[in-house]
């Protein structure tokens, strides 16, 4: 615990030198990528850590340390939410133009922890990084990307609502990745039966005919992606995250060049 105290605080403290530095003199990105991970109530400890052990390990690739430095502006945004009845900023924007700043990145994921939340809340999440994250990014970025993963489709909205979020967000220039977590046995069909917010329907939900079911990769393509290259790449399991990350992150920052 002291460890990852001492961590977040050197992280932090880097972090700050960045941005006063960046107030000083104004400076641009490649791409400003912000990172919305799920820990509603299906989320437990293990697969939170596979989630941010996957991110830490991705940053740390040489190859992707490599991608984000020969873009034409040699450098990327990088924050981080984490999102479930509500969303929270957990990692602010973080420049990224060096291995050492991956580094630094990826100790600072490592050292989070979880914040508590039970229900999927997509359509606040998206409001939530339309009205307080996308408006403070401290840089002038070529590219705007939000990732979204995740398990479950919204259950506290209804899907009406998540899409009217999404496209708010692509209006204002945001393209929206989707990364669905899916878990054999678990939750490949979704929808009927759902767990889902007290008082909450599912009414709005474009399922197919007396069907009521649908998948959760094809409901995040039809409620999640948005903007004209927006695309998703599927998780097998939360222990393929890593693969499927690393792989859609590349796209996202290798787009920009």
Known sequence: ??????????AAALIGQASHAETVAPFEVDTALILAVDVSDSVDAERY????????????????ISTITSGPQGAILLALVEWADTAALTMPWHVIRSRDDAITAAALI??????????????????FVSDRIVPD????????????????????REPTDTAEARDR?????????????IVAGENETVGAGAYRAPGFGLGGLKIGPGTHQTT?????????IGGPAGFLIRANGFEDFERAF??????EISAAK
Do not use: H
């Not at 050292?111 to 998206?126: I, N």
């Open 137 to 156: 990014i401290p840089g002038r970025a070529n590219r705007v990307v939000l990732d979204v993963s995740g398990d479950g489709i919204d259950n506290c």
């Open 216 to 224: 959760l990769d094809a409901w995040y393509s039809e409620y999640v």
């Open 246 to 251: 690393k792989q859609k992150f590349v796209s």
């Open 169 to 181: 967000l692509v209006g204002a220039g945001v393209q929206i990745n989707g990364l669905p977590i």
């Open 1 to 10: 615990m002291l460890i990852k105290r001492l961590l977040i605080l050197l």
């Open 49 to 64: 850590r596979l989630q941010m052990e996957g991110i830490a390990r991705s940053l740390e690739d040489p190859a992707v």
């Open 110 to 127: 490592r050292a989070l922890e979880q914040k508590a939340g039970e229900y999927t809340c997509v359509s606040r999440m998206l409001s």
